[in-house]
């Protein structure tokens, strides 16, 4: 283990690498990993110079997914969030609705605000920027912030890069969506690598294996784009995870899958029944507003697909 030469153990921007000490886990869950990026953590060094890590803070929220693998275990993507960017993309990869509705599922679960982010503005046929018109629309409509950007061509990142400034942002999608690119434009000088599409699977390689936390500047111009204007603002941080193929939903309740798509959530408050589960009941205004369509049946699709979930028990420990 080496410290920056001037720099005290633990002092601001040294890096310590750090073993685990001792057992963390979350309760009730089996995690393939103790800590996780954005863990604000104690440790200790030995007499040989090790240090480990003693204590967690307590997370103020974390985003966890179903391990591929280990079908039973699950792996804690990042903690202690302020937002979570989705980058999706209607072509080269194609995002779907499920992946974006249950990810949103998750974050509303968690309680970390998300803004969809469509990227690859630049390469649609007039019928895919339709397509991505119409899904802002209605991400909108529901109450999400959507921002329609080409990183390739730096279109539309300005806004989005004022977004956040003083949080900590975790971004997400899919591989291949352009994570990497857009963290090299809001970090310059990190050169994360990036992966060239492959033309069999029109995904992209995994070429990030694991989060990291970088720390974005912030230029004036940012900052009094802001009001809030106190010198002591946190610092800008964003996580850049692996690709996320399947976005697993764990630690929901049946009774309480309707309470993560805001939409269906407020049209539940006019069911004839509170128990009701929005699949077969007389009375159920949420199936009355699908029906109408006021509510997309892309969303009560992806509300069924969670529910079947938790059906099988998919994600429940045995035992
Ligand atoms: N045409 C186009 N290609 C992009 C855009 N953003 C990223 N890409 C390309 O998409 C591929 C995957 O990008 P990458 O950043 O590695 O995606 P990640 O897997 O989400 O990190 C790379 O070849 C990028 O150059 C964009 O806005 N337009
Ligand atoms: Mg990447
Ligand atoms: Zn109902």
Known sequence: MVLPEGKNLGEESSLVPCKVKG????KGIRTTNPVAVGDRVSFEMNKEGFAFIVAIEERRNYIIRKSINL????????TNLDLVLLLVTINHPQTSTTFIDRFLATAEAY???????????????????????????LYKSIGYKVYQVSV???????????????????LSGNSGVGKSSLLNILVPGIEAKTAEISDVHDQGMHTTTFSEMYEMPVTDQLELSDTDTTPDRKPTYII???GIKGFGTIEFEKETVSHYFREI????DNCRFGNCTHTHEPGCAVLKAVEERRIAL??????????QDESEGKYREKG
Do not use: C, W
């Open 111 to 137: 309680g970390v605000p998300a803004i969809i982010v469509i990227n690859k503005q630049d390469i649609y046929s007039d019928e895919e920027r339709q397509t991505a018109e119409d899904l802002a629309y």
């Open 298 to 307: 892309s969303r009560y699709d992806s509300y069924l697909s969670i529910m």
């Open 152 to 170: 390739k061509q730096n279109l539309g990142i300005d806004k989005l890069r004022e977004e956040l400034v003083g949080k900590t942002t975790l």
């Open 71 to 78: 079908s039973k275990q699950a792996h804690i993507l990042a």
């Open 240 to 242: 850049d995870t692996p």
């Open 265 to 268: 959530f407020r049209e539940s």
């Open 23 to 26: 057992n963390f886990r979350l």
